[in-house]
């Protein structure tokens, strides 16, 4: 069965700072990883998805790598702002269900 | 651009009783997948269909049971409610799984069951 982590649980970061969210999997035939922001009790925006082929993707402030063969993706947020704020989750696609990882709270503080 | 609606958006049941759910999902997709999220949790995977058809099944009690239409909206009757049913539930919907790549999965809003 498919097992993703997320590093770390939570993360607090001053306005105006890159950092990294990290997600890894177990099992690497996976067919893409798709990473989703979720604002409390709401529902799932996808940010990004990465195909198996595919190293990276990027949209706007946000970049997600993939390593396979490693099992690690990683999102890359440039330029932090408060309104990123959120839980971010990271799902494998090994096949029809997507595998999520427990998520990163974020809070970025004016 | 169209998104994926389900409803309700709320729903209060007593325990024992019956709930359905529904999801319609955007023009042109012919997959639907249903995931549970309980608080604090993250979203698992129930069911999915594809043109239908059962494509695969995750953790979903015997309780519960769904299906897929010819119009593809979806729905998902849960039956014999127990307190621990109370979740968030989505709905997503995609382009078919075809020649082994997978397309971006869309959630909708969710549903929230809270069972008394």
């Known amino acids: 069965k498919q097992e993703v982590t997320q590093i770390p649980a939570a993360l607090s970061v001053p306005e105006g700072e890159n950092l990294v969210l990290n997600c890894s999997f177990t099992?690497?035939?996976?067919?893409?990883l798709q990473w989703f922001r979720q604002d409390p009790g709401k529902g799932l925006t996808s940010l990004l998805l990465?195909?198996?082929?595919?190293r990276e993707q990027t949209s706007g402030r946000l970049n997600a790598s993939l390593d396979k063969s490693s099992g690690r993706s990683t999102l890359y947020i440039a330029a932090s702002q408060p309104g990123d704020s959120a839980t971010y989750l990271c799902?494998?696609?090994?096949?029809?269900?997507?595998?999520f990882g427990k998520g990163t709270s974020l809070l970025v503080t004016p | 651009a169209a998104g994926v609606i389900q409803s309700p958006r709320h729903l209060i049941k007593e325990k024992r009783e019956t709930a359905t759910l529904k999801c319609y999902p955007i023009?042109?997709?012919?997959?639907v997948y249903w995931y549970q999220q309980g608080p604090g949790q993250d979203p698992q995977f129930l069911i999915s269909?594809?043109?239908?058809?059962?494509?695969d099944k995750g953790s979903i009690p015997d309780r519960f049971s769904a299906q897929q239409f010819s119009d593809y909206h979806s729905e998902l009757n849960m039956s014999s409610l127990e307190l621990g049913d109370s979740a968030l539930y989505f709905c997503?919907?995609?382009?078919?799984?075809?020649?082994?790549?997978?397309?971006?999965?869309?959630f909708g809003p969710g549903t929230r069951l809270t069972v008394l």
């Open positions: 997503a919907s995609s382009l078919s799984f075809f020649g082994g790549a997978a397309d971006t999965q869309y």
């Open positions: 099992d690497s035939a996976i067919y893409n």
């Open positions: 023009p042109r997709h012919d997959t």
């Open positions: 799902a494998a696609n090994s096949g029809y269900a997507l595998n």
């Open positions: 990465i195909q198996s082929s595919q």
């Open positions: 269909f594809y043109e239908k058809m059962q494509s």
